[in-house]
């Protein structure tokens, strides 16, 4: 997360113990698996290219795909579900590559509320907004041993929700947010330490943050090579001229692309082409969260903008409080800043236009729950933003479903749509090579072969929006 949040008001414990009284009653149970067949489909298998594999009939047995033929073709299988996919095209389930899951003691250290009572974070509500969105895989930048049990919870069916990929995070000193969301390491000793502590725990991610120092960097990204673990994340030491030495085997990953915006005083242009090739001959891949940064301006300058957008009512209460009422963003604007990050979104447009032209790989990324970034529905803001910076649709789909499954080596299992790849699809009402916007225009999701309609995804969201209403607003939710 970007910056760390202050104390959230002496309200919001009425609020938690609001919602906490509600949970059990809209309990839902996960759903069995059931046997498919989605026929007169159109395929769009995200493999290089973009065909389209028109007047297909998919089946899919046990949350895998058995059959993929020509509907003429198809025999007629029997005691299975049937469902009709004329006029409707099926994809790959879609991928956040940069997010923040939540967790009871997550929210106690990023809030700095110790006393925040236990049970206020149920895994299948902070995951449904990312389910209800197609969002079938989330890989969370700062993952804790809660997340650990979280990813559990999702791989043994207990919860349904999206494959969760995580990365343990490790600052220099002091932290830029609270020891326990994040190690701290501030010599080259404490680096190796913390890289060891972290594959102990179960990591193979580390996630660097801005504060490490270069040797500290090189200490981490030497150990994690050792272990065979991957290292991602910012750029240390902003402004220090010393980019290029962060550049080396196993630094893999930039989770923003205004780390770069922001290795200068003020973004410089004419050093993308420098960036590119570091980027490239490292083999660097980029989180562009290009999203994170237009919403960051829209709250700067309208403040009111939050409170107009609907998605906000399926935070979690505590999310909402620091959202509507301490929101830092708001609490930090003024003309300069306003300048600044006017000046960072123009520079990140052309840099992730680089980017893609020269081969890199961008991966789709929101940096969520972060304040004004709203789980599952960002995805799809991040997918126009990225063709709004000059990515073609294709492009942009295959950084939210091919190219984030090669980068986390599951390509076997996920990333396009394949005989014996897991079936996590999107069924849509209209076809997003034509108009990125698409991708929200979800019919049903599948997900290990549960097949959830547009209707059934939005009960459960009407639910959980009401047992996330402040007192006496649920009404105002349901009408």
């Known amino acids: 997360m970007k910056r760390f949040l202050s104390?959230?008001?002496?309200?919001?414990?009425?609020?938690?113990?609001?919602?906490?009284?509600?949970?059990?009653?809209?309990?839902?149970?996960?759903?069995?698996?059931?046997?498919?067949?989605?026929?007169?489909?159109?395929i769009l298998p995200m493999k290089p290219g973009g065909r389209v594999l028109n007047e297909m009939t998919v089946t899919v047995i046990d949350g895998r795909i058995t059959s993929m033929v020509r509907s003429k073709d198809a025999k007629v299988v029997d005691n299975i579900t049937r469902i009709s996919g004329r006029g409707k095209w099926l994809m790959p389930a879609l991928t956040d590559m940069h997010t923040h899951l939540e967790n009871d003691r997550l929210l106690r250290l990023y809030m700095r509320q110790p006393d925040l009572p236990d049970g206020l974070v149920k895994t299948e509500d902070a995951l449904?907004?990312?389910?209800?969105?197609?969002?079938?895989?989330?890989?969370?930048?700062?993952?804790?041993?809660?997340?650990?049990?979280q990813q559990g919870e999702?791989?043994?069916?207990?919860?349904?929700?999206?494959?969760?990929?995580?990365?343990?995070?490790?600052?220099?000193?002091?932290?830029?947010?609270?020891?326990?969301?994040?190690?701290?390491?501030?010599?080259?000793?404490?680096?190796?330490?913390?890289v060891r502590a972290a594959a102990q725990d179960g990591f193979d991610i580390i996630k660097?943050?801005?504060?490490?120092?270069?040797?500290?960097?090189?200490?981490?990204?030497?150990?994690?090579?050792?272990?065979?673990?991957?290292?991602?994340g910012h750029i240390p030491q902003r402004?220090?001229?010393?980019?290029?030495?962060?550049?080396?085997?196993?630094?893999?990953?930039?989770?923003?692309?205004?780390?770069?915006?922001?290795?200068?005083?003020?973004?410089?242009?004419?050093?993308?082409?420098?960036?590119?090739?570091?980027?490239?001959?490292?083999?660097?891949?980029?989180?562009?969260?290009?999203?994170?940064?237009?919403?960051i301006l829209e709250q700067l300058k309208d403040p009111a903008s939050l409170?107009?957008?609907?998605?906000?009512?399926?935070?979690?209460?505590?999310?909402?409080?620091?959202?509507?009422?301490?929101?830092?963003?708001?609490?930090?604007?003024?003309?300069?800043?306003?300048?600044?990050?006017?000046?960072?979104?123009?520079?990140?447009?052309?840099?992730?236009?680089?980017?893609?032209?020269?081969?890199?790989?961008?991966?789709?990324?929101?940096?969520a729950p972060v304040p004004g970034i709203v789980p599952g529905f960002s995805?799809?803001?991040?997918?126009?933003?990225?063709?709004?910076?000059?990515?073609?649709?294709?492009?942009?789909?295959?950084?939210?479903?091919?190219?984030?499954?090669?980068?986390?080596?599951?390509?076997?299992d996920r990333g396009t749509i394949a005989v014996g790849k897991q079936a996590d699809l999107l069924l849509l009402d209209a076809n997003p090579l034509v108009k990125i916007t698409n991708t929200r225009r979800i019919a049903a999701v599948i997900t290990k072969g549960h097949y959830l309609p547009r209707s059934e995804l939005d009960g459960r969201m009407q639910e959980l929006a009401t047992r996330f209403a402040p007192p006496g607003d649920a009404e105002k939710v349901n009408k």
Do not use: C
């Not at 660097?208 to 030497?222: C, E, G, H, P, Q």
């Not at 085997?249 to 420098?274: C, M, N, W």
């Open 7 to 42: 104390r959230a008001g002496a309200g919001l414990l009425i609020v938690l113990i609001h919602a906490l009284a509600l949970q059990n009653a809209f309990a839902t149970d996960v759903m069995p698996g059931r046997n498919l067949v989605i026929e007169n489909v159109a």
């Open 239 to 295: 402004n220090k001229g010393i980019t290029a030495k962060f550049f080396q085997p196993g630094y893999s990953l930039v989770a923003h692309a205004e780390e770069f915006a922001q290795q200068t005083a003020e973004p410089s242009e004419k050093d993308i082409p420098r960036f590119v090739m570091m980027a490239k001959r490292n083999g660097t891949a980029l989180v562009a969260t290009l999203t994170l940064d237009d919403r």
């Open 128 to 149: 449904l907004p990312y389910l209800a969105n197609g969002v079938l895989q989330i890989f969370v930048m700062s993952g804790m041993t809660e997340t650990m049990r």
């Open 307 to 367: 409170e107009r957008r609907p998605e906000i009512r399926f935070l979690n209460p505590a999310l909402q409080v620091v959202v509507l009422k301490h929101n830092p963003y708001v609490g930090a604007s003024s003309p300069a800043y306003i300048a600044q990050v006017e000046r960072i979104i123009k520079f990140n447009k052309k840099l992730v236009h680089a980017f893609a032209n020269a081969g890199i790989p961008v991966l789709a990324g929101t940096d």
């Open 208 to 232: 660097v943050y801005s504060r490490i120092d270069l040797d500290t960097f090189n200490a981490i990204v030497d150990e994690a090579r050792r272990l065979n673990m991957r290292v991602i």
């Open 154 to 194: 999702v791989e043994n069916s207990r919860v349904l929700g999206p494959r969760i990929a995580m990365a343990a995070m490790i600052d220099g000193g002091p932290p830029m947010l609270p020891e326990g969301m994040t190690r701290v390491a501030t010599t080259h000793d404490a680096g190796r330490a913390a």
């Open 379 to 412: 995805l799809h803001d991040e997918l126009e933003a990225l063709v709004a910076a000059g990515m073609t649709n294709e492009q942009a789909l295959a950084s939210a479903t091919r190219l984030p499954a090669q980068w986390l080596g599951v390509s076997r």
